[in-house]
Each structure stands twice: as C-alpha cells, then as structure tokens.
C-alpha cells in the first residue's frame, strides 16, 4: 500500500573518508539519507522529498572513528539495486535491517578491534559501506585506498603490517589470482577477509585461501533488499562445498520455490521500494522475498544457480549462464575474463552467447570449452553457440557484467543476410558472402569459422587466396575466426604488397614440382625419391592443424569425410575418363583400391598415390570417431601422437612379415602411415620443448626409412622448416603463384601422365620442361574449373525442393 513520499537527505556518492563520515552523522540524527549521482538527481528522484543535498569531498586514507550499531525500525537509507538490465529501483533499508546484517558478519568473522582492514569495495556500495559499519561497530580501523584497489598497495601494508584484513569482490580478487607473486608471502599475515555474492569457482576460492593461508575468509550472498544472507567459511568448509555460498545464521531462513526461485526471511531484509507513487510493500504476507536468483541445497548449503531473468532456455533444456560461466572459466587460464548471456535463435529459442574480453585466438579455445561444457549439461548448440571477442566488459558500478548489453553488442555486429538461395553466384562483397561461395552446399552462419566449417589445407590455400585477393592481409589464427571476426579485421592490417606464404603451403608446392619434375625427366631432386612421403606428412599436418580441433570440439568427424569426397570425386571423374578415352575399363580402379594390384597387371594410368591417400584418410576418420581416441588428443596430443606414431610403425612392420609388398611396390596405407602421422605429431607441437621433440623424433623416422640419402635431407629438412618457420614474407605475385600450385597438386597429380603424354604426341618425342609447366598450368586450372562446377552443383541442389514445393 502506497503512503506519502519519504523526506530524506541527498548525499553525493563519493568514495571517501568525508562519505562514511556523513553516513554516521546523518544516522547518528536519524535522518533518512539518499546516494545520488549529483544534484540534478537529487532533485529528481521519484517517490522522495530531498531536504538538502551534500557533497562530501575526496579524502581518502584511515578511517578510525567508532560508532555503535543502531537498531531503531525506523528509515535509514535508499538504497537502489545495480540495475543489470537498466531499471534500478530504491529500497528502503532500516536502521534494524543493516544492524542485524552486521552483527551476523561481525559473529561470522570472529572481528575485533584488532581489525585493520584494506577495504577493497567503493564506500558507495552496500558490500563498501557494511564494512565500515562494521570495523567501526567493533572499534577497529579501516583503510579506504586512494587509487582503489591497488594489489601492489596491498602487499606492501601486509608487508610492513599496516594491514591485517581485506574485503574484495571476486572481480577484484582474481587480479590477485592472475598474478600470485605480488602477494607472496605477505599473504600469510592476513587474518580476515570477506568476499562479496558475485559469482566464484571453487578453484578460485581454494586458491584464495591457498594465497592466505592463516586468514580466516568468508564469502556471503545477498541483495541489495537482503545483505548478507548467508555465509560461506571459504577457509575451513570442505572442498565439495566450495562452490556453495553456505547457509543463513541467526534468524535468516532460506527457502527455494516450486520454480527454484530463493526465498529469503529475516530481520535484515528490507520491507519496502520505493517509486513515484511512495513506498510499497517487498514481502509477501508471511515475510518472505520472493527472488529471481535460482538455487538448489546441498547438505543445508544454498548453490546459486544464477537469475531465473539470464536463464538460457536452448532447444528445451535450460541453461544458468552463471554455472555455464564456471564450467569454462575452470578449464582457463587465471585472467580471462568471460560472460554468458542470452541470444535470439531462429531454431532453438534461446541461443548461447559467450563473450570473452581477450585477443581473438583465444575464440577458438573458448569455443571448445563452451561445447564441452554445454555437452556436459545436456545441451549440444550446434549453430546456437556464439563467442564473441570484445574489449571490456559492460558491468554495472558494483561489478556485476550486463549481459543485456553483450547481447546488444553482439546483435550490432551480425551482417543482414538475404536469402542463401538467392545469393547471385560469385557474389562475394563481404566475409560471410566468401564462406558460402568456398563452402558451397555448407550452411555458414555468420560465427562460422574456417575450422568450424571443416576446411583442410587444400581449402585453406584456395581460401587464403580468395580473401586476399579481395580484402587484403589476413590476420594471424584466422582459421579460427569466425567470419564476423574477420570483417571486423578488414583494414586494421597494415598494407603492403607484401603477403605471409607459410612453409606448409610452399613445401605442397615444392614437392608436387618435384614429383611431377621426377616423372617429366625435367630434373631429379633425389634419385631416393621422398616427395611422396612429405605429401602424405602434410595430409596428416593438415588433419591434425585444421580438422582435430573441431572433431574434438563436435565429437563428429564430418570434416574428415568432406575431405575424403572432395579427393575422391575428382579421382573417380579421372579415371572414369581415362577409361573412356583409352577404352580400357576395369573395375578396381574405379573403386580407388587398384593399389594393392601388381601395377604391371593394370593397363590404364596409375594413380595409387590417391588412392592410399584416401585409405588412410578413412581409417584416421575411423579411428577418431571414437570418443575415447578423442579423449586422449584433447588431453595429452603430443604424447597421443608419438603414441600412435610408434603403434602405425609397428603394425605396417607386422602387416608386411604375413604379407610381402614387395610386388606392388608397397603402395599401401600401412606403408604411408608413418609420415602421416609424423605430420600429426608436427602439427600438435607447440613448445619450444615439444617442436624440438619432434624434430628428433622426425630426424629418427626419416633416417631409419631413407638412411642417410638425399631423400632424407628434403624430408627433414621440411619438417625442420615446417616445424620452426611457420611463415616467410614474399611479395603478393609469389605468393599468388606458388599457392596456386599448391591449392591445385590435387589435379596437377591427376592429370601430370596425361600431359606427358599429350606433350610427347604434340612433339614427336620428350619436352621435359614443357611436360612439367603444362602439367602445372592444367592442374591450377582444373581446380578453379572443379571449384566453380561445384558451386553451381551445390545451387542447383539447394534450390531443388524450392522448385518441387512451388509446383
């Protein structure tokens, strides 16, 4: 029931010594106060008569005076809530209510006058003015920083002994976490510490108290309209109610809802708001406030399960962003700061947004950890998940992230999309446009990413290639960008006619050039031969650098299977026409397992390289269908990948003492394997250590196959390059060039004999060089040709039920 507007003081919100000591004056004569921004707020606050309003000053330092608690029910304070989704409203607080929050943190904390604490919470905030309230109550010192949290500050008081007590939000205590050696050992002379209701991992409250070992620390959740309604002991309860935020003392009691929703009862709660219209009641008619924060208990401890308004409902099964948020936050490295919130999603209602306030290599990690996570709650959000890169947080004054903002933000920057079906071909005037022409048949969202897509090297050059030509430098990691991310980079780079041509791509080129040079009698590289076997360590590079993340990411290995058609395709087409050309048909050519005949017994074009190239593309997509495979490269890849290293080594020698290859020139997936895997394991080392690792372990390989031969100083050394110079600089038309040969040693591979041939009718004997530069020249345009004939493919089976429906 409305009553007449409350008369009340108006005090400036400043953090310092001046505010708190208003603070007591104004109580001391039982004087309603007011926190405002300035005086034109004071004199337009609804449901409130300002007197007068006070500007307190700046100064900062120790404050050491005592007051004791006031426990009249009479009006204190407004107080009014942060406002996550724009809408603050005033709460009136009695002097009774914030008396008896007090007393339950004094008891708590076992405080005394011994206190001297660093308060790390604005004077201005409830959690803020609390503390004072209570170090002053017990007759101890409080000591408000005049730069605000300073860690370094911190340390030295510690240090020296100025200080013995902290109060910090989670926020501020994980600058603490990121760098734990500027604490060192001063940690060990805290005694209290006390922790605001935002949101903590477990792991994060046992490193604290790791960091303060002899503190006794205590976190409390509460609201604005409920301070401090239950306490945590972080320093003493067992790590499985770490993630708690422990059970109401005193006369606090805690329900939970038919809906989850919290409920909360006692003296300290605060009984009215107030609007426009005057006060209103907060309670239900037996006392309780009804909250929108979501729990369950556990052996009497309360666990927030975050807002009943943030809850993400996807595809049916609901999300708290908050125990999303800690999920991934557990898997990261201390200092990255992330926020889930929710976004439209055509498909499955609610979509899931992560925002990360780091660089964008870090999406791609992020990402992964978001789909395990989600995986784990029972959710799988396909194209319903976002990350999304971004330079602060929106938070509210007291630190709590706005996720209706993010949500915003995130809307701002997603591109208007036509209809994909009517997209005119070769319209590629931004970067999500360029996806679906390189991925024709593909449905790409606007946060695909090159990986999420299932690209591998042969897309990743003809991509490269694509972008640059039309956007300019691509960005480092920017497989892993999602094509937002990548319009969002366009002209941040520097300009240059210069491009990045990485070793992976320049060696495709180097080696094809060889094989085909080999055979043109052009020149001979190595008469031990060996280009095969590094063409093959790139496919195995490529699987691991390219497709393992996301098979890891989706447990799916659909982009080793997309691999597997694109190669496939083409060859079948190949040899089809071969066929028909010389007219000499066989059957297990077509089938792509002619490599196990004697070639002597085969009377068209070889082309085994293919042919056990795909066979150990399906047995790697075997292989890493299973979870447990999975499993162990998401663990431990390097030590997964000199494992299977060792396995594939020993088990082509097993297969060879039943069955000799001899005959067949052991042009077999077992025979291959080897390389291919070294590729991997290329691939997953990182280190410095781990990069060095596999040098050795590719040195061994190579010398063990090739002895010491010219073959085996082009294979180590590509490794060798591959593994330490991930990239050169070169001007625009070489790199243009050699990825050319690079993005078409498919095609160039298919269709070299034919043009050996060719050349050699057309001039009546060897053109050795002419072979070669024609075998080049028709396979780079061969690819473009098969590239375009399978967009068109791709678009006329895209619009195929259209047609059928408007009949």
Not at 86 to 100: E, Q, S, V
Not at 231 to 243: M, R
Not at 342 to 367: M, Y
Not at 658 to 687: C, I, Q, S
Request: aromatic share 8%; hydrophobic share 45%.
């Amino acid at each position: 029931m409305s009553i007449q507007k409350l008369e009340a003081t108006a005090l400036i919100r400043k953090n310092s010594i001046g505010f708190i000591e208003q603070v007591f004056s104004l109580n001391a004569a039982r004087r309603p106060l007011v926190m405002v921004a300035d005086e034109a707020q004071a004199g337009n606050l609804s449901g409130i008569t300002v007197d007068r309003c006070i500007d307190p000053g700046d100064k900062t330092g120790w404050f050491t005076a005592k007051h004791p608690l006031i426990h009249d029910d009479l009006p204190a304070q407004v107080s009014y809530t942060s406002g996550t989704e724009g809408k603050p409203k005033g709460i009136l607080l009695t002097y009774a209510n914030m008396a008896d929050a007090s007393e339950r943190i004094i008891d708590q904390m076992q405080m005394t006058a011994d206190i001297r604490e660093y308060v790390g919470v604005p004077a201005t905030f409830s959690f803020g003015m609390g503390r004072y309230r209570a170090i002053s109550a017990v007759g101890g010192h409080a000591y408000l920083p005049p730069r605000g949290f300073d860690p370094l500050e911190l340390a030295r008081m510690l240090t020296a002994g100025q200080v013995n007590a902290l109060s910090a939000v989670p926020t501020l205590l994980r600058i603490l976490l990121d760098a734990p050696g500027i604490i060192g050992d001063a940690g060990k002379k805290l005694r209290w510490m006390e922790i605001g209701s935002q949101a903590m991992t477990a792991d994060e409250k046992l490193r604290i108290r790791q960091m303060f070992p002899n503190a006794l620390i205590v976190q409390h959740y509460g609201l604005t309209e409920a301070s401090r309604s239950t306490f945590l002991e972080v320093s003493g309860v067992s790590e499985d109610l770490l993630q708690s935020v422990g059970q109401p003392v005193g006369k606090t009691e805690i329900q939970l809802g038919d809906d989850k929703r919290i409920r909360i009862r006692g003296p300290h709660v605060a009984k009215s708001r107030v609007d426009a219209d005057g006060l209103h009641d907060l309670l239900d008619a037996d006392g309780w406030l009804h909250t929108s924060d979501l729990g369950h208990m556990q052996d009497g401890h309360l666990f927030f399960d975050g807002r009943a308004d943030d809850v993400i409902n996807c595809g049916g099964i609901k999300v708290a962003p908050d125990q999303l948020e800690q999920r991934i936050r557990a898997e990261l490295e201390p200092g990255m700061h992330l926020a889930v919130a929710k976004v439209p999603d055509a498909q499955r209602g609610d979509g899931v947004l992560v925002a990360v306030q780091a660089g964008t290599d870090a999406i791609a990690r992020v990402k992964t950890l978001a789909v395990a996570a989600l995986q784990d709650m029972g959710v799988v959000a396909g194209s319903a998940l976002h990350v999304m890169s971004v330079d602060t947080m929106p938070v509210t004054g007291s630190g709590k992230v706005q996720r209706n903002v993010l949500a915003q933000q995130f809307a701002s920057q997603q591109p208007v999309q036509s209809d994909k079906n009517d997209e005119p071909a070769g319209d590629v005037s931004d970067v999500l446009s360029l996806f679906r022409h390189e991925f024709p048949g593909e449905k790409v969202e606007p946060d695909d990413s090159f990986e999420s897509l299932g690209g591998d090297s042969l897309h990743y050059i003809q991509f490269s290639l694509a972008y640059e030509q039309r956007f300019g430098h691509l960005p480092d990691g920017w497989e892993r960008l999602s094509a937002v991310q990548l319009q969002q980079t366009i002209g941040t780079g520097k300009q240059s006619s210069w491009r990045r041509l990485e070793t992976a791509t320049a060696t495709r080129a180097f080696f094809m050039i060889c094989i085909v040079a080999l055979h043109t009698n052009a020149f001979i590289y190595s008469t031990n031969w060996g280009a095969a076997y590094f063409l093959v360590l790139l496919a195995g590079y490529s699987l691991a650098r390219f497709q393992l993340p996301e098979i890891i990411r989706t447990g799916s290995v659909k982009t080793l299977w997309g691999t597997i058609k694109y190669v496939a395709v083409p060859a079948i087409l190949m040899v089809a026409f071969l066929q028909v050309a010389t007219h000499r048909f066989e059957l297990l050519p077509l089938l792509l397992v002619s490599n196990y005949l004697d070639p002597h017994e085969l009377k068209g074009f070889l082309l085994y390289f293919t042919e056990f190239y795909l066979q150990l593309l399906v047995l790697a997509a075997i292989f890493f269908s299973f979870t447990r495979v999975q499993n162990a490269f998401k663990a431990r890849p390097m030590l997964s990948a000199v494992v299977l290293l060792v396995a594939v080594t020993v088990l082509a020698q097993a297969i060879e003492y039943f069955w000799n290859g001899d005959y067949n020139y052991h042009r077999t997936p077992w025979n291959y394997a080897w390389p291919f895997v070294l590729g991997m394991v290329l691939a997953v080392a990182k280190e410095p250590k781990e990069k060095l690792v596999a040098l050795i372990i590719a040195m061994v390989a190579v010398l063990l196959k090739f002895g010491a031969t010219s073959a085996a100083a082009y294979v180590a050394g590509g490794c060798a390059i591959v593994l330490f110079v991930q990239a050169f600089s070169v001007p625009a038309p070489v790199k243009v060039l050699v990825a050319e040969i690079a993005a078409g040693s498919l095609f160039i591979y298919l269709t070299h004999e034919v043009m050996i041939s060719l050349v050699n009718k057309i001039f009546g004997h060897e053109m050795p060089w002419v072979a070669l530069i024609a075998a080049i020249i028709t396979g780079v345009i061969l690819a473009h040709v098969y590239a375009s004939a399978s967009r068109i493919f791709a678009r006329t089976i895209s619009k195929m039920p259209a047609i059928r429906t408007s009949r």
